[in-house]
């Protein structure tokens, strides 16, 4: 039995598509989750324990860019404490693929309201990370997730009833 030349050429494409498939949500993931992790890693000092630096931030420094104004943060010191936690939060759920399509929402929404703050951040970090989460959110979680392992408990669960 030989193979023609064009049918090993569409076997391996389907065999790395495949592979593709199972793999590319999960560096999706992780490539959009390190920035935010690591970011949120900066806010804390200790347990429950918001760094100084980060309050005076909030505070201080991080003004909306609306309309050519620039506006301070409602309530800066919950946002603040809001922000740190999404960061470490958010990024570990992508990373377990659980509640993936949410938390890549929360992210797109914060690098929204990022990109308000550090308007010149667009080209270089903030439309990397917005592709990303809108993948993310089409795409789902992909097979080497827990929201897989889920909907497939969920699956035979109601398969057996």
């Known amino acids: ?34 920035p935010f992790f690591r970011s949120g890693l900066t806010r804390w000092d200790g347990f429950l324990q918001l760094s100084d630096s980060t309050v005076y931030l909030f505070e201080e420094e991080f003004k909306l860019h609306i309309f050519g104004a620039e506006y301070g943060f409602p309530m800066p010191d919950a946002v ?33 309201i990022i990109q308000l703050v550090v308007p010149d951040g667009w080209a270089n970090f903030h439309l990397p990370w ?24 969920f699956a035979s669960e109601a398969h057996r009833q």
């Open 130 to 153: 917005a592709a990303m989460a809108i993948s993310i959110i089409a795409l789902g979680a992909g097979p080497i997730s827990l929201d897989r392992l889920i909907a497939l408990r």
């Open 80 to 112: 603040a404490y809001l922000v740190a936690t999404a960061e470490l939060v958010l990024p570990v759920l992508l990373v377990l693929g659980l509640a993936t399509r949410f938390a890549a929402l929360a992210m797109l929404i914060m690098t929204g």
């Open 1 to 34: 039995m030989t193979i023609s030349t064009p049918e090993l050429v569409r076997t391996l494409t389907r065999r790395l598509s495949s592979v593709a498939m199972a793999v590319a949500p999960v560096f999706l993931r992780a490539a959009l989750a390190v």
